[in-house]
Nanobody, 127 residues
Framework: QVQLVESGGGLVQAGGSLRLSCAASGSTFSWFAMGWFRQAPGKEREVVAAISRSGSKTYYADSVKGRFTISRENAKNTVLLQTNSLKPEDTADYYC????????????????????WGQGTQVTVSS
């Protein structure tokens, strides 16, 4: 398994930006597809974005498409989520996750496909 630690969350006004970072350790980072999920109070966890092992493929939830960008730096064992034009409805705990499912270009989009999770970082967007 891989250990994951998120950072970069915080309080931001609507329209602002945050850059979330997830540092991985304990295994070969490039073996894993990576994803960002979020869970708002009283709501189910949902996938936000995912990136394949190679970094060549990405997936975004419709709610964040055009505003969020996922990227990875395999040499630094890091996956990033750049969040722009934030809205109050983006308020949630954001979690980084790693998956060894699928091929090099596969982007896992469901929670059960992921086998390692970070502790989360809180994002609060004020109106």
């Amino acid at each position: 398994q891989v250990q994951l630690v998120e950072s970069g969350g915080g309080l931001v006004q609507a329209g602002g930006s945050l850059r979330l970072s997830c540092a991985a350790s304990g295994s070969t980072f490039s073996w894993f597809a990576m994803g960002w999920f979020r869970q708002a109070p009283g709501k189910e966890r949902e996938v936000v974005a995912a990136i394949s092992r190679s970094g060549s493929k990405t997936y975004y939830a419709d709610s964040v498409k055009g505003r969020f960008t996922i990227s990875r730096e395999n040499a630094k064992n890091t996956v990033l989520l750049q969040t722009n034009s934030l809205k109050p409805e983006d308020t949630a705990d954001y979690y980084c996750a790693a998956s060894n499912a699928g091929s090099l270009s596969y982007t896992p989009q469901t929670g059960p496909e992921y086998n390692s999770w970070g502790q989360g970082t809180q994002v609060t967007v004020s109106s």
